[in-house]
Antibody, heavy 120, light 107 residues
């Protein structure tokens, strides 16, 4: 069974940075694209960013473009999200999500999420 | 960006009812659409992929249909464990976009 374990969330002041990590196991990590999806408290799902299996294709939501950077380390089977210039509206539960293919966007397995709270 | 309009935003239904949820895409997305179920405090789970393919392990009372711009998720006979929020997701092009969600509540 696919295992995705997020970490790195917490309380951070507006304008500061945070780096999320996702440790993946029980599947061949470097065969699949990976994504970050977030959910603000009481709100719906919002796709944040995705990265292809070889990091050759990367995409961001407009709401985070220029502030967030997605990356992966296939040797460590890990996914990352560097979040800079954080805003109150970035407060959300951030999910690490596995793609069904190399870069299909079909999201098939989700981690439990890590909570990011941006507040002074 | 492709906008996904999901309706209704909420509905009340009884156990045994047939329930239909609709998602409309702002432009054609072929069949690049998935449906997800999220129970309170839980992680979203995929029910349907490629518009009409049932995820392994998902009960057969769930079905999906549609192509192009209009899609439906149908629950054939609502069960107590189906009360949840449902989301559609288009993955035809980036940025990926979700529908606003449909909360299915007990009547």
């Amino acid at each position: 069974e696919v295992q995705l374990v997020e970490s790195g969330g917490g309380l951070v002041q507006p304008g500061r940075s945070l780096r999320l990590s996702c440790a993946a196991s029980e599947f061949t990590f470097d065969d699949y694209a990976m994504h970050w999806v977030r959910q603000a408290p009481g709100k719906g799902l919002e796709w944040v960013s995705g990265i292809s299996w070889n990091s050759g294709n990367i995409a961001y939501a407009d709401s985070v473009k220029g502030r967030f950077t997605i990356s992966r380390d296939n040797a460590k089977t890990s996914l990352y999200l560097q979040m800079n210039s954080l805003r109150a509206e970035d407060t959300a539960l951030y999910y690490c999500v596995k793609d069904n293919g190399g870069n299909s966007g079909d999201l098939d397995s989700w981690g439990q999420g890590t909570l990011v709270t941006v507040s002074s | 960006d492709i906008q996904m309009t999901q309706s209704p935003s909420s509905l009340s239904a009884s156990v045994g009812d047939r329930v239909t949820i609709t998602c409309r895409a702002s432009q054609g997305i072929r069949n690049d659409l998935g449906w997800y179920q999220q129970k309170p405090g839980k992680v979203p789970e995929r029910l349907i992929y490629a518009a009409s393919n049932l995820q392994s392990g998902v009960p057969s009372r769930f079905s999906g249909s549609g192509s192009g711009t209009e899609f439906t998720l149908t629950i054939g006979s609502l069960q107590p464990e189906d009360f949840a929020t449902y989301y559609c997701l288009q993955y035809n092009s980036y940025p990926l976009t979700f529908g606003g969600g449909t909360k299915v509540e007990i009547k």
